[in-house]
């Protein structure tokens, strides 16, 4: 059996040659006989081994904040120098270190942290085309920062040698952010290793939810938390400070400090009783230091320069620098004709020691500064916004030598920045990207990829600002700041953040106020014997050099009422939490001194009407129509984008439009607009395109394929007889809807789209007139009754007068078909008009009392035939507008009598006139009622007017009373019939 379960095993002998087994333990096994003993067979298959390396681990648990801790080492990374895990609930993080061999031969600690999150922490195989992880993100350098800044002051003055720290995410629950926990982890494993190193340390994260504070707050609880503080020290030393808060104040600043102190303490003696267990002893290493001797040598000969260059407040930047490097010159030649060869390798490093002594004396003892400043007076402030019209926004920030250009765009949600980091949102709307090009302190260098300084700088400022942006549900556009630093001498970071926050105002971003930040320093006394502080300056507002020589750069960001935003660097190997405390009063004092200046330049966001200013529409659409915008693999939508420049972002139900500016807004909406549609309202205005022409109007199909009718009233303000005068099929048109009919049918209006001229004849006609004006009567007035018949009849209707509004008039009730009906009605209309033709033309009869249609009777049988004289002879009980509009029915003596078949005589040609039988092409006799300057106002019978405008060339020696035979043409906005004479008595 034992045989066979092999043989079933095909993996065994699919894997290379090494990893099968040895050829001599195959024969055996392949040899046993089926009838052993199930204990034989198990012996058989115990595989030969030389021995077992037993794989011993440590491990230290603690509680912090109500959460187990966990650190293990000696089952992962055993050959690294030092590696430890560290646990959280589900989240692992491993730190290993390690340091090169041999003598160092740099002037300085080449120190490297690497942080990496792979996705197999969380169980995803990454998207990317190779399916693994590429260059590192920015998360990712900025926790390498995070790590880097408390541990690198803590090796020893004088160790130079290579060391490498890998910090590697094993496995994720997306409750802890694992960035603590590798600074944490980091520590322990350099207390492991051999590498001379001065810690541990222990690095904490606070939250603050309703005013009490959270040790180690899961990211659940930072999402509603308005303080994110990083902290990092020693038993009794503030080594590292990150801060991101909502306008927390300085006092509520203190107490969290205080509280991440005594918490973070918590996480050093676990650490120290693991390298008791499973530590290394220290390695000797070469410490590069510079002898005593030498040093007093280069002190004597540059001491006196160096004190002449820095209390001359005259010399600049770059003037001082070349000062200092004429007196190295000096120094380097004296040295040379002494052949002093040891003196010569540590000059550079020499000469700036004795720099920093000079300067740091020369404040300690008489507070004076570089350039002539007092300890807590900010440079000189210069501010413009808006220096850049044609961008979304801008701005030029200047503080001294430092100058910072700041630009904002603007976007659309879709724009915002995807985040592949293991906890966290996963994008992130808010950008400001940070850039230090080498021509800001005149240099020549290469720019390549992401530099972590530049991510970080530009984080800092980003956190700054973060907290003064409006909600995202009333400012859903996606922002970059991008900062340029044109000139670099001190904390171009919170430049950036001055300039950032004008930036934002000029591009009409409401903020809520503005935001500033300043860099203090720190120069201290130490007593080289205990290392005690003895005596301290703070510095507000630090030059370049005051930073290089200085103990700490500690930048605080914030508005008038709180700290958004902190970092703090420092040289040292700690400095005591009461001095940061003590300097966050100069910061704040210093802060409001250049929001002063910002807001004389611009104190509320400009207004966003600027031709220049992007627009953003957020449309409410159901997931039919949205489907019907993308089109085919997003086809469409992609067309619009480049035919308009707009960006198009689509969810579930909203569609999300960001346009460059008004206009282009305008032209995407209106692209949108034909293909989804949206809620018709009665005023509104849509552009369509006109699919057919009837004879009494066109049918136009306009937001997103419904269709109205333009009636050929709705045209124009001036008479037109002919609908294909003023548009054509396929032609683009602009309407308004002003209503609809009983069947709920789209009506719209070309000329309420137009501005009203008034007809100097329509204007001489109403206000000669000394009877009622007549009105046509309303679809809604027709009574059913025999006796409402014979009112509608036989009662005038008072037309509109001059002040009556257009809609009105247009709006009367007139009911609609839709295209489709009006073309089966046309198709019938030609069938019985052929077969009443035929009728004449062999029995020369009319048609008996069964025919539903009577063909005209003076133009003869070819004559058109309207589709509302046939929807009035089929549907009369539906349809009783009383006029067509393209008809020669009501010639002489068709009356509506003889349309409905009850009378096949001819009626009297003199039959009254009236608005109920007028149609278009009726014929009548009518009087000349009064002589206008432009034409003729006729009395057409039933007290009925009509007008008639003087032609070119034709007869003007009219009289009144004068009878003449005159034809209705069309009608005017007002419903006045417009008349032409055919012939005259």
């Known amino acids: 059996m034992a045989s066979l379960a092999i043989r079933r095993n095909h993996h065994l002998f699919s894997h290379p040659y090494i990893l099968k087994w040895r050829s001599s333990t195959l024969r055996n096994i392949h040899s046993s006989t089926f009838a052993l003993s199930q204990s034989s067979t198990q012996s058989e298959l115990e595989f030969p081994v030389s021995g077992t390396k037993f794989l011993e681990t440590f491990t230290e648990e603690f509680e912090i904040g109500f959460r187990k801790i966990v650190l293990e080492t000696g089952k992962i990374a055993r050959f690294a120098n030092g590696a430890v895990v560290m646990g959280m609930d589900e989240t692992k993080v491993l730190s290993a270190v390690t340091s090169a061999k041999g003598d160092s031969v740099k002037d300085f600690l080449p120190l490297t942290v690497d942080y990496q999150e792979k996705q197999f922490a969380q169980g995803v195989i990454p998207n990317t085309f190779m399916r693994r992880e590429g260059a590192p993100k920015e998360r990712e350098l900025l926790c390498g920062r995070l790590i880097d800044r408390p541990i690198r002051p803590l090796f020893p003055a004088g160790f130079f040698h290579e060391v490498q720290v890998s910090a590697n995410v094993l496995s994720s629950d997306g409750k802890q952010d694992p960035d603590v926990m590798a600074a944490n982890a980091t520590s322990a494993a350099l207390m492991l290793s051999d590498i001379p190193w001065n810690g541990p340390i222990g690095m904490i994260r606070m939250g603050r939810i309703c005013g009490k504070l959270i040790v180690n707050p899961s990211m659940d609880e930072l999402t509603i938390s308005d303080l994110n503080l990083v902290y990092a020290c020693t038993k009794d030393k503030a080594l590292m400070i990150d801060v991101q808060a909502r306008e927390i104040t300085e006092r509520d600043l203190k107490d969290a400090l205080k509280l991440a102190h005594v918490e973070a303490v918590k996480y050093i003696d676990p650490q120290v009783r693991l390298a008791g267990k499973a530590g290394k002893g220290k390695k000797e290493y070469k410490l590069s230091l510079i002898s005593k001797e030498t040093y007093e040598k280069i002190r004597t000969l540059a001491e006196e320069p160096i004190k002449t260059i820095f209390t001359d407040p005259a010399y600049g930047k770059f003037e001082r620098g070349e000062a200092l490097e004429n007196i190295t010159r000096d120094i380097r030649t004296a040295l040379e004709e002494e052949c002093d060869e040891e003196s010569l390798k540590v000059l550079p490093k020499t000469v700036d020691k004795v720099r920093k002594e000079v300067i740091r004396k020369r404040i300690i003892d008489e507070g004076c500064r570089l350039d002539g400043r007092g300890l807590d007076e900010v440079r000189p402030v210069y501010c413009e916004a808006g220096n850049l019209p044609v961008l979304h926004g801008s701005s030029l920030f200047s503080r001294g030598d430092t100058q910072v250009l700041c630009t904002v765009t603007l976007g659309a949600p879709g724009d915002a920045q995807r985040l592949e980091s293991l906890v966290g949102p996963s994008t992130k709307r808010f950008m400001l990207h940070y850039s230090f090009p080498p021509f800001c302190i005149n240099e020549v260098g290469k720019r390549g990829g992401l530099n972590r300084r530049e991510v970080g700088h530009g984080t800092l400022a980003e956190k700054a600002l973060l907290a003064v942006l409006p909600p995202e549900d009333d400012f859903p556009y996606a922002v970059r700041i991008n900062s340029e630093v044109m000139a670099s001498d001190g904390s171009t970071s919170m430049a950036s953040v001055c300039g950032g926050s004008m930036a934002l105002m000029d591009a009409g971003i409401p903020l809520r106020e503005h935001v500033a930040g300043v860099s203090v320093g720190l120069v201290t006394d130490v007593d080289p014997s205990t290392g005690s502080i003895k005596d301290y300056r703070i510095l507000t507002d630090i ?57 004389r330049e611009i104190n509320a ?17 159901n997931n039919d129509a949205i489907r019907r ?66 004879e009494y109007g066109a049918f136009v199909e306009f937001n997103g394929g419904q269709q109205g009718l333009l ?165 009369s009980s539906e349809f009783k507008t009383g006029f067509s509009f393209r008809s020669n029915e009501i010639d002489k003596g068709n009356t509506p009598a003889s349309r409905d078949g009850l009378n096949h005589k001819e009626a009297p040609a003199e039959a009254p006139t009236n608005a109920k039988n007028l149609k278009i092409g009726s014929e009548v006799s009518a009087k000349v009622h009064q002589i206008r300057a432009h034409g003729l106002v006729l009395d057409l019978g039933g007290g009925l007017r009509g007008m008639f405008k003087f032609e070119k060339g034709g007869r003007r020696d009219f009289e009144v009373g004068e009878v003449v035979q005159a034809k209705c043409c069309s009608f005017s906005g007002k419903g006045i019939p417009v008349m032409s004479i055919t012939e005259t008595d």
């Open 605 to 621: 966001p400009r207004s966003q009407d600027d031709r220049n200013s992007p627009r953003l529409v957020i449309l409410k659409y």
């Open 711 to 875: 009636h050929i009233s709705e045209l124009s303000h001036d008479p037109v007889s002919k609908i294909s005068d003023v548009i054509s099929i396929g032609q683009q048109v602009t309407l308004r809807c002003i209503g609809s009919d009983v069947r709920g049918n789209i009506k719209l209006s070309l000329k309420a789209t137009q501005p009203q001229r008034t007809s100097n004849m329509a204007a001489d006609f109403v206000s000669s007139t000394t009877e009622a004006p007549k009105v046509w009567p309303p679809v809604n007035d027709i009574r059913s009754t025999e006796q409402d018949k014979q009112e509608l009849s036989t009662e005038d209707r008072p037309l509109h007068n001059e002040n009556s509004d257009i809609a009105s008039s247009s709006s009367s009730e007139i009911l609609i078909r839709s295209a489709s009906e009006c073309d089966e009605v046309e198709e019938s209309a030609g069938l019985v008009r052929n077969s009443n033709s035929k009728t004449k033309t062999s029995n020369n009869k009319r048609s008996d009392n069964k025919s539903k249609v009577v063909s005209p009777q003076k133009n003869g049988p070819d004559s058109p035939i309207s589709a509302f004289d046939l929807f009035s002879s089929k549907k």
């Open 543 to 599: 030059l370049g050099l005051e930073d290089h020589l200085g103990d700490m750069d500690f930048k605080v960001s914030g508005t008038r009422h709180g700290i958004t935003s902190i970092q703090l660097d420092i040289k040292p190997a700690g400095i005591p939490l009461d001095i940061i405390c003590e300097s966050l009063e100069p910061a704040r004092k210093g802060r409001l001194q250049i929001l002063d200046h910002m807001e």
């Open 629 to 694: 915008l993308i089109g085919p693999l997003g086809v469409l939508k992609r067309k619009i984008e480049e035919e308009t420049g707009a960006r198009m972002s689509v969810s579930d139900g909203t569609l999300t439009v960001v346009a460059k500016n008004q206009s282009a807004m305008e032209k995407v909406q209106e692209k949108i607009d034909f293909i989804v549609g949206r809620e018709i309202e009665i005023g509104g205005t849509y552009k369509g395109i006109v699919m057919s022409i009837k």
